[in-house]
Nanobody, 118 residues
């Protein structure tokens, strides 16, 4: 099992910045992908950014140039730096981890609210 603890959400004005963190613990040795998803009210959960071993990070078109995903392997933590925030970025943000151990296993964080006021 993998446990995920998220932090860093909150309320910010448009144009501001926030940094989300997600610390993983447990069976972390075989984690290959760490990512952030978000879900706004009445909408489907969508991928925001992902980082996978051996590959370049990928981002949703709506956040390219504004958000940066990074990973600290020593701390087993993934970050999402969010700059130039817009009201449409308001959502619950979820950490996502996938590990491979003779099969793919997926884990989700509890979610952290990000609210951007206009």
């Amino acid at each position: 099992q993998v446990q995920l603890v998220e932090s860093g959400g909150g309320l910010v004005q448009a144009g501001g910045s926030l940094r989300l963190s997600c610390a993983a613990s447990g069976r972390i040795s075989s984690i290959n992908t760490m990512a952030w998803y978000r879900q706004a009210p009445g909408k489907q959960r969508e991928l925001v950014a992902a980082t996978t071993w051996g590959s370049s990070p990928n981002y949703a078109d709506s956040v390219k140039g504004r958000f940066t995903i990074s990973r600290d392997n020593a701390k087993n933590t993934v970050y999402l730096q969010m700059n130039s925030l817009k009201p449409e970025d308001t959502a619950v943000y979820y950490c996502y981890v996938r590990r491979y151990d003779f099969g793919n296993y997926v884990y989700w964080g509890q979610g952290t609210q990000v609210t951007v006021s206009s």
